[in-house]
């Protein structure tokens, strides 16, 4: 098949899925679910030839996987078929709807007025490496993972002129950091989301809970910085301080840096506190609620904006040029779908259960809340980003029965997450930092970041064993 018929065809049933997914959550129809799903099964196939059978190899290995599944349990393969391919049907939503977020954010020069309104709040180096663990959270909120190689380039931007290791350290472990955080809290990131939806946890307590961890591992990261930076030698405030009198130099006026700012901060707290409130007052999934108060929130804006003819040509440029080229995650989702659908109807989930219980046996110290963080390291470092390590540990753990509070058990793996994103050089936030600062995925991850984990680790399970003894 050749790509000019394979793209449109891709992003034909990536268009249709998703509006057909929204219909049938709200106007259930068996004829519209059949369409559903040979539109989930269309991403697949127009995947494979899209990316081809070796780029694609994680997700058709799922897919594949779940189909050997259905073909030896004793079951209807083709009703384990209709299973699989809806069982992602939230996510796949999600994720087409979640990227357009940025269409806002590109805007306005929103990272430049921060800077410039922010410069005498960020004056040392140990002050900027705050603001860019912290921002990092916010603008994950927004870009996700794109949120790095976004401000690596923006701060690379700022410090043009600091060149070496050191700098390279000083950056990218405080953009690392800053996104691996925000994995614990930022309710736009789909793996956080998704374990909430499953676990069936209170949001507002997930994401506080998040937010607290956050702000210990953000300070504990200000309070490495100088001991993990004294071999290099370097006076980082100097430098810094350097940079950002040549940047003030040629600011732009102050009004209109305050305006970007307020601007960019009633856009933050509309999101966030329109998806935070409505989940508190619509009885509807979080996975739908998300994706339809985003939209809304895109449309509302160039509307106030009077930019809607802007917003049309955008829409229309990003369905031409950008979604067949985002659908491999959709492809892992569909494929994850019918491997968890198999899964259930085997004893899988048992087996891992009863061999975290026979590990607790053994080490009667240790409680499953101890362990579950590395069933998502673990999974990470084979590859398997955190969205996809999320929807197969969630997957399972939805299954059975586990004595805690279902935002302890959130916490738990979302710490999983936020190591393998520190540690992982296989998965995409790594891998994207490598290619942004040319430092080896070993460097950026295990060398830059190893200990800090491990206090994270110490500090989070800290924190939920405590919670746990209380609760119990």
């Not at 599944?69 to 939503?93: C, H, K, P, W, Y």
């Not at 357009?100 to 800077?115: H, K, P």
């Not at 994850?336 to 080490?363: D, P, Q």
């Not at 930092?433 to 491990?454: E, P, R, Y």
Request: aromatic share 14%; with cysteine.
């Amino acid at each position: 098949m050749s790509k000019q018929f394979i793209s449109p065809a891709l992003v034909t049933c990536i268009i249709g899925f998703t509006i057909i997914h929204f219909i049938t959550y709200f106007f259930p129809a068996d004829l519209l679910l059949m369409v559903l799903i040979f539109f989930g099964f269309g991403i697949i196939l127009f995947g494979t030839f899209y990316y081809g059978p070796l780029h694609l190899k994680m997700p058709l290995g799922l897919f594949l996987t779940g189909v050997i599944i259905f073909l030896s349990v004793d079951t209807s393969f083709f009703a384990g078929m209709r299973e699989g391919l809806l069982q992602m049907r939230n996510m796949v939503g999600l994720l087409v709807v979640i990227p357009m977020v940025s269409w806002v954010l590109r805007e306005e020069a929103f990272l430049e007025s921060a800077i410039s309104y922010a410069h005498d709040f960020v004056d040392t180096s140990k002050k900027f490496y705050f603001g860019m663990v912290s921002f990092t959270q916010i603008i994950a909120y927004f870009l996700l993972f794109g949120a790095i190689p976004m401000l690596y380039q923006f701060v690379t931007m700022i410090l043009k002129d600091e060149k070496g290791e050191a700098w390279e350290r000083y950056k990218g472990t405080a953009i690392l950091r800053g996104f691996a955080l925000s994995v614990l809290w930022v309710v736009s990131i789909p793996s956080f989301a998704y374990v909430v939806e499953v676990m069936d946890a209170s949001l507002w307590k997930a994401i506080v809970q998040g937010l607290g961890v956050a702000v210990m591992g953000t300070i504990a990261a200000i309070l490495f910085f100088p001991v993990e930076n004294r071999k290099y030698h370097v006076n980082f405030t100097r430098g810094l301080q350097h940079e950002i009198d040549e940047i003030m130099q040629h600011t732009r006026n102050k009004r209109e840096t305050k305006r970007i700012v307020r601007e960019f901060i009633i856009l933050f707290i509309s999101l966030f506190g329109s998806i935070f409130i409505l989940s508190a007052f619509i009885d509807m999934e979080l996975l739908i609620l998300i994706p339809l108060t985003i939209f809304v929130w895109i449309l509302s804006y160039y509307i106030v904006k009077k930019r809607l003819y802007k917003l049309t040509h955008i829409a229309a440029l990003y369905i031409k040029e950008e979604m067949a080229s985002k659908s491999y995650q959709l492809c892992v989702m569909i494929g994850a779908g019918l491997l968890i659908a198999g899964l259930t109807k085997t004893g899988f989930a048992n087996w891992v259960v009863n061999s975290l219980y026979a590990l607790e046996a053994i080490a009667p110290f240790i409680n499953l809340l101890y362990l579950l963080p590395f069933m998502v390291i673990i999974l990470g470092f084979a590859g398997l980003g955190p969205l996809t390590v999320m929807v197969l540990v969630a997957g399972i753990l939805q299954t059975i029965h586990l004595p805690y509070p279902p935002e302890l058990i959130v916490l738990a793996v979302t710490l999983g997450s936020s190591i393998s994103i520190l540690l992982s050089p296989l998965i995409m936030p790594i891998i994207v930092l490598s290619d942004s600062n040319g430092l080896s995925g070993f460097k950026n991850g295990f060398q830059f970041n190893g200990v800090f984990a491990a206090v994270l680790y110490i500090l989070v399970m800290t924190y939920i064993q405590i919670m746990a003894y209380v609760a119990g």
